[in-house]
């Protein structure tokens, strides 16, 4: 089984960029979906992005498009988030999820994913 790990995130200027890293463990990484998902106080988690089991096909999430990267690096057992051009209502705490997938899938519902990390502050200052 896959355990995940979030790293990356912090305070930043509006305009600035992160990127968000996710660690994976476990030998079977390039059999799952993997995901980037945020939430704020009171809102339900939602998903931002997605990517399928070696990083062909990519789903954003309207709000994201043009400024989020999702990618992967299946021997390194990574997952990244690179953000650009951030915006204060890109403030939430971002956490990386995992599901097991068919090659050439991209999961985007998110109750599909079944493994979480911990979860990791993204705060854009104004």
């Known amino acids: 089984q896959v355990q995940l790990v979030e790293s990356g995130g912090g305070l930043v200027q509006a305009g600035g960029s992160l990127r968000l890293s996710c660690a994976a463990s476990?030998?079977?990484?390039?059999?799952?979906?993997m995901g980037w998902f945020r939430q704020t106080p009171g809102k339900e988690r939602e998903l931002v992005a997605a990517?399928?089991?070696?990083?062909?096909?990519?789903y954003y999430e309207d709000s994201v498009k043009g400024r989020f990267t999702i990618s992967r690096d299946n021997a390194k057992n990574m997952v990244y988030l690179q953000m650009s051009n951030l915006k204060p209502e890109d403030t939430a705490a971002y956490y990386c999820?995992?599901?097991?997938?068919?090659?050439?899938?991209?999961?985007?519902?998110?109750?599909?994913?079944?493994?979480w990390g911990q979860g990791i502050q993204v705060t854009v200052s104004s």
């Open positions: 476990g030998r079977t990484f390039s059999n799952y979906g």
């Open positions: 999820a995992a599901c097991v997938a068919a090659a050439g899938v991209v999961i985007r519902r998110g109750t599909a994913y079944d493994l």
């Open positions: 990517i399928s089991r070696i990083g062909r096909y990519t």
